[in-house]
């Protein structure tokens, strides 16, 4: 009798990042890591932010100067402190926080290759605190083929 | 002979939600009732909007303000009947409506863990109708092991 | 013995598109070619682009004006040259596009029914050139069920 193929993975697991102030966090590596647990070779990962005052997205991973002109730019957007808003119980970063959150992305997903991400050259996965304090940030990553 | 594992699960269901004005729906309920009825223990749920007026957002769920605010945001940020729009054979909220679509989401991809939707505690999936007499609005959920 | 029941699929593949300058361009066909290649009746196709200084986008379909207003509103919110920009090494396009892609989508998810995108009526999946030149751009498209 002929072995079976191995059915399908569906592996998941969950990690926090302890963000201390505004700003942004690399963790394509983290990202990467559960791909390698997962041991699939051909599929999808799939990072899931579970905040509403936090962002996930794919920026350009070689210049800082990037993300610092992205925070500039959404500060200029999405004014801390706005009159526009209501909901500021928790201070000014409060409302802009989810804001920035529902324009840019709470969830990623990017292809598996050859048992690692099929990321661009340029692409890294980026954690976006924006509040000003931070907090800690739970991620859920699913890994499938 | 040992029974088989079973064979993943490919759940997908369609629901659709009418909407009388532009306003936001929380359709949480609704994505997790897929979930449950799809009986994934460990996997993805995925929804998809059917729309280019209308989207998906994943928005704090206490305080109404929140999306009060939201709304009051997208109003300045993207003027209904701008001057700057060719598009608007349906009147002043036809373009303003696709450009809000774009900025914000079309399709969702929520984790599944435990037999339920893992959001955060503060999380809810809501649709978001942009039109000022809203529409019949085509949802399709996918949920998968 | 009933035959087996075929194992789930998990479909990939990769194209480019050359843009020459500026623009969008519907790759809805090449997706859904993807979708028939896979052989999946019943799933989701995923497309990945890898650059950031691109965006995949979900948009009416119809009327070409409203890609054009799309641009218009893009240069109006996102200035090309912005002097709030520090990153400008390729020039007045160069963060602008970073902040294009970041605002709009690098991966979108639309479902697999009957063998076919579920899109809606009047929605296309759409590469959007922020470059003024264009570029060589890489997509990878994964189809499973």
């Known amino acids: 009798m002929e072995p079976a193929e191995p059915l399908s993975a569906m592996f998941q697991t969950t990690f926090s990042i302890h ?18 647990d997962s041991g699939v070779a051909r599929g999808l990962a799939h990072v899931f ?3 509403t005052s936090a962002s996930l997205m794919l920026c350009e991973n070689a210049d ?10 959404f500060q200029r957007l999405v004014p801390d402190g706005d009159d ?9 970063d409060d409302m802009s926080a989810h804001v920035r959150s529902v324009v840019t ?6 292809p598996v290759r050859d048992g690692r991400l099929a990321l661009g050259t340029w692409q890294g ?8 304090r931070g907090r800690e ?3 859920v990553v699913t890994v499938h083929d």
Chains 1, 2, 3 share one sequence.
């Open 49 to 51: 932010l579970q905040h």
């Open 64 to 73: 800082a100067d990037v993300r610092r002109d992205l925070e500039a730019f």
């Open 125 to 132: 996965i980026y954690l976006w605190e924006h509040r000003y």
């Open 19 to 36: 963000t201390r102030e505004r700003c942004t966090v690399d963790i394509t590596e983290r990202v990467a890591a559960a791909v390698r």
């Open 84 to 92: 526009l808003f209501v909901h500021r119980a928790e201070g000014a």
């Open 105 to 110: 992305h709470n969830d990623l997903t990017i």
């Open 137 to 139: 940030r739970s991620l």
